[in-house]
């Protein structure tokens, strides 16, 4: 979806997608997310525009590319409302890089054991509610009903 920057195309891409899918199959959806680019590219790069609504309250940032054909960047409640429209059941949603957008240096450095120990600890917070917004890139894994 992250190529997608207009609601509408968005709502269709997911249309089309359940529609070519078959009864109780799985759908895929990837997403690049907010939070991850405003720490990675704003804060650490400095590289990307970030919009602050003082009337949102905590959750307000929202990042925007420096050219706006890149990628859309979306929040999980956006992809929430994407979805409600659809007669889907979410069965994953995952972070899919997680930790790894920060420390992509650090585990190109790591040994064999120490990588395989990080991994181990990827898996088990990659879905974590209180941890996935840190991810650079989600996947929603859906069930058509």
């Given amino acids: 979806m992250y190529h997608l920057f207009d609601y ?3 709502i269709s891409a997911l249309s089309e997608a359940i529609r070519v899918t078959k009864e109780n199959g799985v759908i895929f959806v990837a997403y690049c997310m907010n939070d991850a680019v405003i720490i990675n590219h704003g804060f650490i790069k400095g590289d990307v525009s ?3 609504d003082p009337n949102e309250g905590f959750g ?16 999980k409640e956006e992809i929430d409302e994407l979805t409600f429209h659809f007669s889907v059941k979410r069965l994953h949603y995952v972070g899919t890089d997680m930790l790894g957008v920060y ?7 790591m040994s064999h054991d120490k990588y395989n120990l990080f991994l181990d600890y990827h898996m088990s917070i990659c879905e974590r509610p209180d941890m996935v917004g840190i991810t650079g890139h989600s996947l929603d894994i859906l069930r058509k009903e």
């Avoid at 420390?103 to 450095?109: A, C, G, L, Q, S």
């Fill in 103 to 109: 420390m992509r240096d650090m585990i190109e450095d």
């Fill in 8 to 10: 509408n195309d968005k």
């Fill in 60 to 75: 307000k940032y929202k990042s925007r590319t420096k050219k706006p054909d890149v990628f859309e960047i979306c929040t």
């Fill in 50 to 52: 970030l919009e602050v």
